[in-house]
């Protein structure tokens, strides 16, 4: 038989690649299809965009955004979130892809799955996600939504000893999971209480079995079905006292004629607290309020203040269970406070023209925009591409010392984790923002210490990916200051 020898057969050797590798070239397109980086919804215009995978919110929050709806249901919990969203209807269907933030989550090649259930996270934190649905020629619409997880907070406790030698514990729900309360004592179970669902109700039980001048150890945990509160803890010595506060503030209220008056409170009895107030030189302190809270340290009086007068204060602490109905402490010791007025200074943005006052810079100048009808103009960042900013800044003259507040509403649209506003105060950043954060309001309060405070906004770029608007916008900038006594508020702002 005659040897073959190195003869080669094309046909053969052909019908070999076709059957060997052209199905490998094919797998590798279609994995390509699923890369992460293809899901991010500005990389695509849309295609095959027969339905949009869209998360059913409804299983999660209220109307409103309130996320009781999916802490009651289970579909939101301390640890795990489940997602639900409609199925696509896309012939040529790949896979589903769910995301939190940029990283994948899972991908789901079952068109009939439209629910997942996200473990492993953390109490209390916001998570944003994105369902995106990818067809064999590129990515189909996408959905986001951001979830926030059950807090596990432990009760706010606080505690009443009663003239009788009972003792009542009070406290606050700061769990977002259902369940009811336990307490224990000296790490005996003595109560279950249950959940009371209107918006901050303080729970009360009264312990008789305790004898005065005794000392307890009392914890308090709101169990729930899936998991249980962080617990909250105190060591309660059983001893009636009812002594005057120590009142250590006043502080106006700037522009307004309001002063709020902060005490520490060194009772073991009360009830309730008496504000009494008298303008400086007049004989007697008169009553101007009573506040029913035990615990309490601080109260806003805001009864026929007048501007530029000087006021004196003294607070008394009350028992409204004592037989003699109620017993009030002597008076604290007294503070005194004089009202300014404020002068305000003002840039309306209304006009739909820049005010000169403010400098413009980066890749792009901001510009003013007439944003909704009851909205107004509004400040909008530049547009700008990858690794570019677009600011705006602002300085004002406020005296070394002086105590600031600044206030203004923002609205970012953007790659969320990415491109971000930043605020900025002389020079150091204070707070940024990314992804679609819809109107809020910001307020952040500092002692100045410069001849000159400047205020600045940016809007930046990371180095890829284009995603919402891709901008930022600011309105209603105010700054409140006090130099030398005499209140002054400088503002920018458009229409509210």
């Not at 980086?37 to 095959?48: H, I, M």
């Not at 369940?179 to 009264?206: C, H, K, L, W």
């Amino acid at each position: 038989m005659a040897s073959l020898g190195h003869k080669t057969y094309p046909g053969r050797f052909v019908m070999r690649f076709r059957i060997l590798v052209l199905p490998a070239l094919l797998a590798l397109l279609l994995l390509a299809a699923c890369e992460p980086d293809l899901l991010k919804p500005s990389v695509y215009q849309l295609d095959n965009a027969n339905l949009a995978p869209l998360f059913d919110r409804s299983l999660l929050m209220s109307a409103e955004g309130d996320f009781t709806v999916g802490y009651r249901n289970y579909n939101i919990r301390a640890d795990q979130v489940t997602l639900t969203w409609r199925a696509s209807t896309d012939a040529n269907f790949l896979c589903y892809r769910l995301l939190r933030g940029s990283y994948t989550v899972a991908t789901i090649t079952d068109k009939a799955q439209n629910s997942y259930t996200h473990t492993n996270l953390g109490a209390n934190a916001y998570y944003d996600y994105t369902i995106a649905t990818v067809v064999k020629t590129g990515m189909d619409l996408a959905d986001t939504l951001t979830v926030k997880t059950a807090s596990l907070q432990s009760p706010l406790l606080y505690w009443r000893i009663n003239f009788n030698g009972t003792l009542t514990l009070l406290w606050q729900d700061r769990a977002d999971i259902p369940g009811d309360f336990v307490i224990t004592r000296d790490n005996t179970e003595i109560a279950t209480v249950a959940e009371n669902t209107t918006p901050g109700y303080v729970y009360s039980f009264t312990d008789a079995g305790v004898l005065p001048g005794n000392t307890y150890s009392y914890q308090i945990t709101k169990t729930g079905l899936y998991s249980d509160s962080n617990t909250a803890t105190a060591t309660i010595h059983n001893l009636y006292t009812m002594n005057p506060p120590n009142l250590t503030e006043l502080d106006q209220t700037p522009g307004e004629t309001e002063v709020t008056l902060t005490w520490t409170e060194n009772c073991s009895a009360e009830t309730g607290f008496r504000i009494y107030r008298r303008l400086l030189g007049a004989p007697d302190f008169v009553l101007v309020g009573t506040l029913n809270q035990t615990n309490a340290t601080s109260y806003t009086d805001a009864a026929g203040l007048v501007m530029g007068n000087t006021y004196e204060y003294r607070v008394s602490a009350i028992d409204a269970n004592h037989p003699n109905d109620p017993f009030e402490t002597v008076m604290s010791n007294t503070r005194s406070i004089t009202l300014y007025d404020s002068q305000v200074l003002s840039w309306n943005f209304d006009s739909g023209v820049m005010p000169p006052e403010f400098t413009l810079g980066g890749d792009a100048d901001w510009y003013l925009v007439p944003h909704t009808l009851l909205r107004g103009w509004a400040l909008r960042s530049g547009e700008i591409a990858h690794s570019q900013s677009s600011w705006i800044s602002t300085s004002l003259g406020v005296n070394s010392g002086s105590a600031v507040t600044v206030e203004f509403d923002y609205r970012v649209s953007s790659e969320s984790g990415w491109d971000h506003l930043r605020f900025y105060v002389n020079g150091s950043q204070v707070e940024s923002w990314s992804g679609n954060s819809g109107w809020q309001t910001y307020s952040h309060t500092f002692t100045h210490n410069s001849p000159t405070l400047e205020i600045k906004f940016a809007y930046t770029k990371d180095g890829s990916v284009n995603a919402n608007l891709d901008c930022a916008f600011v309105d209603n900038i105010s700054v409140n200051f006090v130099p030398d006594t005499t209140l002054r508020l400088a503002a920018t702002g458009g229409a509210q």
